[in-house]
């Protein structure tokens, strides 16, 4: 029986696999899932960003909002800095209010009979030389001052803030499981060196060095460390995958779609190695200030 198998036999080394795997799927669904937020709030702000979108109040008579609609596109057109205005067709609004009212209450606005639904241009402007400040707006308040002009600064910048904010827990959640390997492995050697101190002292009458002594603990806390990063990885990834299969499923186009690619599997994928790597270096550290102590 080799002095690894010997060192490897306590409570301590059995137990510590599950508690790593528990830290491992923390830190693999945090990571995943903020790099997921992060990537659908980088396509949702460049699919809006260069955009602008003018909103006209819902006319009563017939043919007024078309006609105020043609003004608003005429007017938009001979200001520097905008490519192209195009009024958004009813059907197409009246899908952007059907998740919150319904295709039949949707649906009969369009006709005028239930809901007045305001009318929608879509405006695409120069990102190298954009229209100067309040240009748009001004030209639409010569039109009439009820027409509302939204450039979506307001959601790029809440955005931006929900992002950072998302990183920040991520990062936090990942320190403090990293924090939780480190310390239930220097528990765990720790409480090895203890439970196995008559066989150390042995192997140091046998003429073992300390540097053969700490890589049998090595490697100890490489296989567990090892066995549970793949076990929470395993976790954290079919989590991820349930998730992902539920966003399609849910995607309405009213907000980014959570989209898992490759970045974010390679993430969960190297959980197991360093989980592994963190348990040989602390195990090391342990064994051989602890032996240097027994000396």
């Given at each position: 029986m080799s002095a690894g198998s010997v060192l490897g036999r306590d409570a301590a080394s059995r137990t510590m696999p599950w508690i790593v795997a528990v830290?491992?799927?923390?830190a693999g669904l945090?990571?995943?899932?903020?790099?997921?937020?992060e990537g659908a709030a980088g396509r949702f702000a460049a699919g809006i960003s260069g955009n602008m979108t003018i909103e006209i109040p819902h006319a009563e008579l017939a043919g007024a909002a078309e006609s105020r609609a043609n003004a608003v596109v005429a007017a938009v057109a001979r200001i520097p800095g905008v490519v192209s205005a195009t009024i958004v067709p009813r059907a197409e609004t009246?899908?952007?209010?059907?998740?919150?009212l319904g295709a039949d209450l949707a649906g009969s606005g369009i006709a005028g009979t239930a809901l007045p639904i305001p009318t929608?241009?879509?405006?695409?402007?120069d990102t190298g030389n954009p229209p100067a400040d309040g240009a748009v707006a001004a030209a639409m308040a010569a039109i009439s001052p009820d027409i509302r002009v939204d450039d979506h600064r307001i959601w790029l910048d809440q955005l931006l803030g929900w992002v950072t904010a998302v990183r920040l827990t991520a990062g936090a959640v990942l320190i403090c499981a990293a924090i939780g390997i480190v310390l239930t492995i220097v528990l765990a050697t720790r409480a090895a060196l203890a439970i196995h101190r008559d066989v150390i002292e042995i192997?140091?009458?046998i003429g073992a060095q300390d540097g053969y002594i700490a890589r049998q603990f090595q490697f100890q806390a490489l296989r567990m460390g090892f066995?549970?990063?793949v076990a929470g990885a395993a976790l954290a990834a079919l989590l991820v995958l349930i998730i992902g299969l539920a966003g399609l499923s849910m995607r309405s186009g009213l907000l980014p779609a959570l989209n898992l690619g490759f970045r974010e599997w390679m993430v969960v994928a190297t959980l197991p190695l360093a989980a592994a790597l963190i348990a040989v270096v602390v195990a090391r550290v342990v064994v051989m200030r602890a032996l240097a102590r027994m000396m």
């Open positions: 830290m491992a799927f923390i945090a990571l995943a899932l903020s790099l997921a937020v009246a899908k952007l209010v059907e998740p919150w929608l241009v879509d405006i695409r402007l192997l140091h009458i066995q549970g990063g």
